[in-house]
């Protein structure tokens, strides 16, 4: 049956004009309303106004239009329906074979920082939905096209049968409903966060895809990367690569991980993450020394690592960077010299983030089998802590820089989690053990004697005095930990009986 009848409504105008002069040199008549309709008239297009097939104006500043059985019943009618077919002729109603809408820039709108609540309100689109669900359930006659981007492919079609397939109306009423599944669960996130539910019954999130990936954490697995609509901006998914490979799903997990770290510092910081855990952080008063001090603390994890600083990589940071095999650096920017020199090595992936950026604080989603956990991000920082001295003896100015570093990462650390810090570095990380010992013990491992002197952070209380113990024999001097044991008193016994200061937070970082 060939294409007879479209109704073209779009806010997004780019390709319409050509897409619809090639329709109308098909034999398709248009019809269409306000401004598109006047696009079309003024590129000298025949065009039908809305109006004529209803019978009835345009009304309530437009909201009104295209709601009305003229519209729904040519698009909804069973072409193979005697009785839909003989109900059209008798209320003289022309089937329509063809849909072109795309919906009010809702999302654009909100995205403005000034935009007022009526603003919003009035950009939620209530007959293209309308007009697109309707066509998009009787596809089996009906072809409908939301996105500029599948306009070629149906002048194709129509240019070659007459009308589309029943495959491609399938595959664009299933996109139809991608898209205003999306459209909608993008409304009801901004009215909840609006009148301030925290806890609703229900929870519908949308994310844009970015890429298809090679594949996901093994080879084995297919993996896509999405971007959440109005996520945080500095965040990897808001990335600028300006060098390198593709990133693969394992890269932008790591990278997230040393990027969140970074965030959590105001001094020049360089982050170096090795499966999701940090295996080297340093801060200082440059970003080169920050690096140096982030390569010490673990110079054979680092290689094959992603690293991230919070400020502009220069030509001597750069210089140290390229004499190791590094997979992504994260930076806010690049000097002329540094882009040149890393650029030489074509694999490295260079991204530059947003650090300026003022983000809210974001929900995290975790997936289970069948089911999914939603929680509030862990924005706890230092600076929100009610730090108490436990022990005798109080931490040294040194060593309270080392404590609030330590704290700091420990944070970001698989858990159970320890890490030793000691001159602005990172000395010795223990990660995702089952049992805070073993954590303690596999980061004194790696400090070696560095661990004399340093400070030792931990993500969670301390159920015994044994890592206090094992602190103490390593020669550990100041430790940062929340409390709330039942048996606290036994570990700050422990630490004054070593001369250890000891401080508690209050506050757990566990990280599963």
Request: hydrophobic share 40%; net charge negative; with cysteine.
């Amino acid at each position: 049956m060939a294409m007879k009848r479209a109704l073209v409504s779009v806010s997004d105008k780019a390709g319409i004009i050509p897409f619809v002069k090639a329709l109308v040199d098909l034999g398709v008549e248009v019809v269409s309303t306000g401004g598109t309709k006047k696009a079309i008239q003024e590129a000298g297009i025949p065009v039908i106004g809305i109006s004529e097939v209803t019978g009835f104006p345009e009304i309530l500043d437009g909201r009104v239009k295209t709601l009305h059985p003229n519209i729904h019943s040519g698009l909804l009618a069973i072409r193979d329906k005697e009785e839909h077919m003989q109900a059209l002729k008798e209320h003289n109603i022309t089937p329509i074979d063809l849909v072109v809408v795309n919906l009010y820039p809702f999302q654009q709108t909100i995205e403005k920082p000034d935009v007022t609540f009526p603003e919003a309100i009035e950009n939620i689109d209530i007959g293209g939905p309308s007009m697109l669900r309707a066509a998009a359930k009787n596809h089996a006659y009906v072809t409908v096209v939301t996105d500029p981007a599948d306009y070629d492919k149906v002048v194709e079609e129509v240019k070659a049968n007459g009308d589309t397939t029943a495959e491609t109306k399938r595959q664009l009423a299933a996109k139809v409903f991608r898209h205003t599944a999306a459209y909608d669960a993008l409304i009801s996130q901004y009215l909840t966060n609006a009148v301030g539910e925290k806890d609703a019954e229900s929870l519908t999130v949308t994310y844009n895809k970015v890429q298809s990936l090679r594949y996901g954490e093994n080879p084995h697995q297919k993996a896509t990367f999405y971007q959440k609509p109005l996520g945080a901006k500095c965040s990897i998914a808001n990335a600028k690569q300006l060098n390198g490979k593709e990133l693969s799903y394992n890269n932008i997990n790591d990278a997230n991980a040393a990027l969140r770290i970074a965030k959590d510092f105001k001094d020049p910081v360089v982050v170096a993450v090795k499966h999701m855990n940090p295996c080297g952080v340093g801060t200082a008063g440059t970003i080169e020394q920050a690096y140096d001090r982030a390569y010490e603390a673990d110079p054979v994890s680092i290689f094959g690592g992603i690293i991230c600083a919070n400020r502009e990589i220069d030509e001597q940071t750069a210089a140290k960077m390229k004499e190791i095999f590094l997979e992504i650096i994260i930076a806010p920017s690049f000097s002329e010299k540094a882009l040149e020199i890393l650029t030489a090595k074509k694999n490295l992936r260079l991204l530059t983030v947003d650090f300026a950026a003022k983000d809210e604080k974001e929900i995290q989603l975790t997936s289970i089998t069948g089911g999914l956990l939603v929680q509030e991000e862990d924005a706890y920082t230092i600076d929100d802590a009610e730090l108490k001295v436990a022990t005798k003896r109080e931490p040294t100015e040194k060593e309270w820089e080392d404590l609030k570093l330590a704290w700091k990462v420990v944070k970001h650390v698989k858990s159970n989690a320890i890490v030793l810090a000691k001159d602005q570095m990172t000395i010795g990380v223990g990660a995702g053990q089952m049992n805070r010992v073993g954590a303690a013990k596999i980061a004194i491992e790696q400090a070696g004697e560095k661990a004399t002197g340093s400070a030792l952070g931990s993500d969670a209380f301390f159920p015994m005095d044994d890592t206090v113990e094992a602190a103490a024999k390593a020669g550990v001097t100041a430790i940062i930990q929340p409390g709330g044991s039942i048996r606290d008193e036994d570990s700050i016994k422990k630490a004054d009986e070593y001369g250890i200061a000891m401080v508690f937070t209050g506050v757990r970082h566990f990280k599963h």
